[in-house]
T-cell receptor, first 113, second 109 residues
Framework: EPEVTQTPSHQVTQMGQEVILRCVPI?????FYWYRQILGQKVEFLVS????????KSEIFDDQFSVERPDGSNFTLKIRSTKLEDSAMYFC???????????FGPGTRLLVL | KNEVEQSPQNLTAQEGEFITINCSYS?????LHWLQQHPGGGIVSLFM???GKKKHGRLIASIYLQEKHSSLHITASHPRDSAVYIC???????????FGTGTRLQVFP
């Protein structure tokens, strides 16, 4: 069964460093999403992406964040200058043209020291 | 304020029991998602509902649009159903999902 994959599974970085989280959505999907979950808290929407542009973004998704689909398969989330409070699990998801079901990747656990 | 609230926060059950998890929301929505988060953190989409009821195996989800309420039922619960169950609703006309805090279910043999 097709699945969303994410790399790396874990990343530790120093405050102020740039990180890129990578996702490979399901191949025929058109809608892509990033979410985050700070430890012990609820999942939060970050951004949705369709047709090579951002369709929605949350208040969390400030200028430090960017998303890109650099080729036909990858979908990346970049954090330019990480802060301690960026430590969280980051989930990528994708959905097909009907957008009925979002398929989630396994997550990347980011720790900013 | 746009909110999605779930109850109970924690639920324990004996194997075989019928489980009900509730979700209420404060804004009009077009659909509601039920998700399952495993102890390792992975998230699986269970249902997306825009009206009525859906069934998948031992899981049944219902939505009551006028009451702004949804329920997730698990029949004949099993220890492998132990997980956090999350409901999420998109703000009207957008892809922005607002998530509930989740219900942690533990089913004991």
């Amino acid at each position: 069964e097709p699945e969303v994959t994410q790399t790396p599974s874990h990343q530790v970085t120093q405050m102020g460093q740039e990180v890129i989280l990578r996702c490979v959505p399901i191949s025929n999907h058109l809608y892509f999403y990033w979410y985050r979950q700070i430890l012990g808290q609820k999942v939060e929407f970050l951004v949705s992406f369709y047709n090579n542009e951002i369709s929605e973004k949350s208040e969390i998704f400030d200028d430090q964040f960017s998303v890109e689909r650099p080729d036909g398969s990858n979908f990346t989330l970049k954090i330019r200058s990480t802060k301690l409070e960026d430590s969280a699990m980051y989930f990528c998801a994708s959905s097909g043209p009907v957008r009925e079901t979002q398929y989630f990747g396994p997550g990347t656990r980011l720790l900013v020291l | 304020k746009n909110e999605v609230e779930q109850s109970p926060q924690n639920l324990t059950a004996q194997e075989g029991e019928f489980i009900t998890i509730n979700c209420s929301y404060s804004v009009g929505i077009s659909a509601l998602h039920w998700l399952q988060q495993h102890p390792g953190g992975g998230i699986v989409s269970l249902f997306m509902l825009s009206s009525g009821k859906k069934k998948h195996g031992r899981l049944i989800a219902s939505i009551y649009l006028q009451e702004k309420h949804s329920s997730l039922h698990i029949t004949a619960s099993h220890p492998r159903d132990s997980a956090v169950y999350i409901c999420a609703a998109p703000l009207g006309g957008t892809d922005k999902l607002i998530f509930g805090t989740g219900t942690r279910l533990q089913v004991f043999p």
